[in-house]
């Protein structure tokens, strides 16, 4: 694949700097602080993926995708799972209509609310696996299937779930197979004491703002194609591979600490979506190319939920944020990867 060398290119990629900058300006008017999910969100978007955004009740995680939506004019829908909800509540289904003056009879397919641009999937983890499959087909096809036919989703298509950490009882929680597909999976923490107080003033007065738009679908488009371009070095994908074999226990790339702690790691899908999400952080902020910085700014969001703790890391009380700090510090940038150009060295001063 081609990469970023054209003069076309590098305006493209500081017109997405200016924009970053200005969907961020959109949001805060809107939603106070949360300025690493946003960025995360961002991210995720450019890189083609769909996220999942995890927090308790009452942090704006509704407000701020639709919010995102309208500053990036894209379709905006919500569907909020229910144990109740039905694989044709989401995709949509045949109905029989008939023509009063000819008098016949035709099934005819009507929309569900898959069909948007950006869907918020508020609690998928509350409706059973038959439901969560039909959107999940629609996630990795872009397209769903009714009856006999196949129908293309809008595009650009992100689905962005959320789910509740404190409630368990009543939930289907999403093997890691179908958790997988998720590009990342975002933590959405409380406000900070100043952030909060901003919070308490703005929602409780009688001011609305409403975001401007600053990029179109289109343009969404073309900039994914623009991130895919960004180039990567043999060095920097051979130490995203080296991250990515030391999740694995058992390996011969495996420290002492993922086998006592992992169950199971990541596997090749995790690579290729730290380095796409690499791509998309280069891009956002108007670089050329991926840097060590922008894969270890993302590893957390993007490996956490595909790796699996034993008991072990659980009673000592690790995470899977914990067991990525540590990883990213244990292992080693290999100067020897990076050549006889003076690369290594360039990219760590990136």
């Known amino acids: 694949m081609s990469e970023i060398k054209t003069a076309p290119d590098m305006v493209a990629l500081e017109k997405l700097k200016v924009a970053q900058e200005r969907i961020r300006e959109q949001i805060r008017t809107v939603v106070i602080g949360q300025d690493d999910v946003v960025e995360q969100l961002l991210v995720s978007i450019l890189a083609g993926g ?27 829908g919500r569907i909020q799972f229910t144990p109740d909800l039905m694989p044709a509540d989401i995709t949509g289904t045949d109905v029989i ?81 179908q958790l997988d597909r998720f590009l990342m999976k975002i933590i959405v923490k409380y406000p900070t004491r100043d952030e909060e107080r901003q919070i308490y003033k703005a929602v409780t007065g009688d001011d609305q703002v409403e975001p401007e738009s600053t990029l179109t679908g289109e343009e969404v488009l073309e900039l994914q194609h623009l991130v895919r371009r960004v180039p990567i070095s043999d060095f920097l994908v051979d130490y995203t591979m080296d991250l990515i074999r030391a999740t694995r226990r058992d390996g011969d790339d495996a420290p002492e600490f ?54 072990n890391a659980e009673s000592e009380g690790q995470s899977p944020d914990t067991v990525i700090e540590k990883l990213i510090e244990e292992t080693p940038l290999q100067q020897s990867a990076a050549g006889k150009d003076g690369q290594y060295e360039r990219i760590l001063k990136s």
């Open 258 to 311: 993922i086998n006592r702690w992992v169950l199971w790691g990541a596997g090749p899908r995790g690579g290729q979506s730290l380095i796409l999400a690499a791509k998309a952080r280069a891009a956002l902020y108007g670089r050329p190319e991926v840097t060590v910085e922008d894969l270890q700014a993302v590893a957390k969001a993007v490996l956490r939920h595909r790796i699996v703790l034993s008991y």
């Open 97 to 177: 209509y008939e023509d009063r003056q000819s008098g016949t009879r035709e099934f005819k397919f009507i929309e569900g609310p898959i069909f948007t641009n950006l869907l918020l999937a508020d609690e998928i983890n509350r409706t059973p696996p038959k439901t969560q499959a039909a959107l999940l087909q629609g996630m990795q096809e872009k397209n769903i299937s009714a009856g006999t036919k196949h129908y293309q989703l809008p595009r650009p298509f992100f689905v962005l779930a959320t789910q509740n950490p404190i409630e368990q009882e009543g939930t289907y929680p999403l093997p890691e197979a």
């Open 50 to 76: 769909h996220c999942i955004l995890e927090g308790v009740p009452g942090l704006a995680k509704t407000l701020l995708v639709s919010t995102l939506a309208k500053s990036l004019s894209l379709d905006f």
